[in-house]
């Protein structure tokens, strides 16, 4: 399984972006079977989950830090899970990672840059 996030980059505070993570190589396995979840890690701190949808009935939960402002969202026709990203705050300054969890399974990309600064 190969997860593949993109959609970062530099925004201004009050910004919006979009992240993708595009998912690939499940074999024996569906897609929309999987939780996913989008996580973040700023310099010089621990990881933090930030949203996950859940597989079996797309069920959407999310960290204080982000409610009203993030929206998490899978299309499993592309095998795409989606953040849409308001508001943006200086401190949501990190790399953002896409998770793919199913029984003990679990696959991460390799993250993608999100910088709000003015």
């Known amino acids: 399984v190969q997860l593949v996030e993109s959609g970062g980059g530099l925004v201004q505070p009050g910004g919006s972006l979009r992240l993708s993570c595009a998912a690939s190589g499940f074999t024996f396995t569906r897609f929309?079977?999987?939780d996913m979840r989008w996580y973040r890690q700023a310099p010089g701190k621990e990881r933090e989950l930030v949203?996950?949808?859940?597989?079996?009935d797309g069920s959407t939960?999310?960290?204080?830090?982000?409610k009203g402002r993030f929206t998490i969202s899978r299309d499993n026709a592309k095998t795409t899970v989606y953040l849409q990203m308001n508001s943006l705050k200086p401190e949501d300054t990190a790399v953002y990672y896409c998770n793919a969890v199913r029984d003990f399974f679990s696959?991460?990309?390799?993250?993608?840059?999100?910088?709000?600064?003015?």
């Not at 939960?61 to 982000?66: G, L, N, P, T």
């Not at 696959?107 to 003015?118: I, L």
């Open 32 to 34: 929309s079977s999987y």
């Open 51 to 56: 949203a996950r949808i859940t597989g079996a």
């Open 61 to 66: 939960r999310y960290a204080d830090s982000v």
């Open 107 to 118: 696959y991460w990309g390799q993250g993608t840059q999100v910088t709000v600064s003015s």
